[in-house]
C-alpha cells in the first residue's frame, strides 16, 4: 500500500483518514483516537497531508511536517464543493484530499508557535476589552435607573465609580451600591490586564523588524502592526497588494455576469480582526489626521463625493494594500514626496 495523499478530518478525539494511491485509487479509510494519530503517521511514508484550517490545525501541521510529511492546510470554504453527499467524517476527509490534489487550490500559511502565541495576545487583549466595554454600559445603565448620569468617556466614568464607592451618598441605594461594586471591581481588573496586554504587544512589536515596518505607515501602530505582521507570514503568498485587501474582505462583492460588472458593498470574507483594526486605524486618520496624511487631496477629493464612513473603508482598503508593498518590498514606508525626491536626485 503506497499512499501519496491523505485528507485528515480534525476532531476533538476521532480523527478521519482518507488516503489514496498516485492515481487516485482509494486506498485507506480509517479512524484514529487522538493518541493514535502521531503514532498512525510516524509509521508512512513521507506523503501530502491536507487539513481543514481550524483552532488546532496549525498544532498537527508542525506535528506531522516533524515526521517528514508535506502538510496543506484549507480554509474549509474552499472544501466544502468537494463534499459529494451528506455531512460526516469520511466524506469531509474524502473531501479534503481531493481538495488538496487541485493545482489552483489555495493554502493557509503553517503559523509557528510564536506567532500564535502573539495572536493569542490580541485575542485576549480583544476578549477584555469587550468585557470592560459591558462593564461600562452596565455600570451606566444601571445608576440610570435612579436618575444619576454622568458624561462620556474616562472622566464621566471615574465620578459614576466615585458614587458608587460613597458611603454618605444617598442616590444609590445599599443594595443597588452591593450589585454595582463587584462589577467595579471587574472593571479595574479588565483596566489593569489590558494595560499589561499592550506592553506585552508592544514590546513583541519592537522586536520583530516587519511589525517595526509597518509602524511607519500613517493609521497603523503596535497593535495593528503587531496583528498584521503574525498574520500575514509570507507577504508573497498574495499576488498584490489587491488580493491581500481582498483576503482581508476589504473589496467589493461582484455579481457580475454578460460582462457587466456588478460591484456591491465590501464582501467582508477572511480575517475580520484585522479588518475591524485596519478600519479603526483609518478612522483615526480620517478623524485626527488627515491634514497630516500623505494623500490628504484623494481623502479630500473622496469626502466631497461620499459618505465619511465610506471613504473611511476605502482608506483602510489603501492601507491594506501599503501594508504588503512594504512586506514585500521589506522597506519601510515613504510618502509620495519622499519618492519624487529619491527620483530627482538619482536623475
Known amino acids: 500500500m503506497q499512499i501519496s495523499m491523505i485528507g485528515l478530518d480534525l476532531a476533538k478525539n476521532v480523527f478521519q483518514v482518507h488516503g489514496v494511491d498516485a492515481d487516485g485509487e482509494v486506498v485507506l479509510r480509517r479512524k484514529l483516537r487522538r493518541g493514535e494519530v502521531l503514532i498512525f503517521f510516524s509509521r508512512l511514508s513521507p506523503c501530502l497531508v491536507g487539513m481543514e484550517a481550524c483552532a488546532s490545525s496549525h498544532h498537527w501541521a508542525r506535528e506531522l511536517a516533524a515526521l517528514g510529511h508535506t502538510v496543506r492546510l484549507i480554509p474549509p470554504s474552499y472544501v466544502k464543493p468537494y ?18 490534489s487541485r493545482p489552483t487550490m489555495r493554502f493557509v500559511p503553517v503559523k509557528s508557535t510564536d506567532q500564535q502565541a502573539v ?38 466614568l471615574a465620578q459614576l465609580v466615585a458614587l458608587v464607592k460613597d458611603d454618605a451618598e444617598e442616590g444609590v441605594p445599599v443594595l443597588a451600591r452591593r450589585a454595582l461594586e463587584p462589577l467595579i471591581s471587574q472593571l479595574q481588573q479588565a483596566q489593569v490586564a489590558i494595560a499589561r496586554l499592550d506592553k506585552e504587544i508592544e514590546a513583541w512589536h519592537r522586536s520583530d523588524p516587519a511589525s517595526r515596518r509597518l509602524g511607519t505607515i500613517p493609521g497603523i501602530g503596535p497593535i495593528i502592526a503587531s496583528a498584521i ?19 482581508l474582505g476589504l473589496v467589493p462583492k461582484q455579481n457580475s455576469s454578460g460582462g457587466k460588472e456588478r460591484l456591491g458593498r465590501i464582501s467582508r470574507q477572511g480575517n475580520r480582526y ?30 466631497e463625493r461620499k459618505p465619511a464612513r465610506l471613504v473611511t473603508v476605502a482608506l483602510a482598503n489603501k492601507m491594506a494594500r501599503t501594508t504588503w508593498a512594504v512586506l514585500a518590498h521589506k522597506e519601510d514606508y515613504r510618502n509620495r514626496d519622499d519618492r519624487v ?7
Open 83 to 100: 463534499v459529494r453527499r451528506g455531512k460526516n467524517n469520511a466524506a469531509d476527509a474524502a473531501a479534503i484530499c481531493e481538495a488538496i
Open 119 to 156: 495572536l493569542v495576545l490580541h485575542r485576549g487583549r480583544d476578549l477584555l476589552v469587550k468585557q470592560r466595554t459591558m462593564l461600562i454600559n452596565a455600570l451606566r445603565c444601571h445608576l440610570a435607573e435612579f436618575g444619576i448620569v454622568a458624561a462620556q468617556k474616562r472622566t464621566g
Open 229 to 247: 505582521a503574525a498574520t500575514m507570514l509570507d507577504p508573497l503568498h498574495f499576488r498584490s497588494g489587491r488580493e491581500f485587501a481582498a483576503w
Open 274 to 303: 484585522v479588518r475591524r483594526l485596519l478600519v479603526i486605524g483609518a478612522t483615526a486618520v480620517l478623524r485626527y489626521g488627515r491634514t497630516k496624511t500623505p494623500g490628504n487631496r484623494w481623502l479630500q477629493a473622496l469626502l
Open 341 to 347: 525626491l529619491d527620483r530627482t536626485m538619482a536623475a
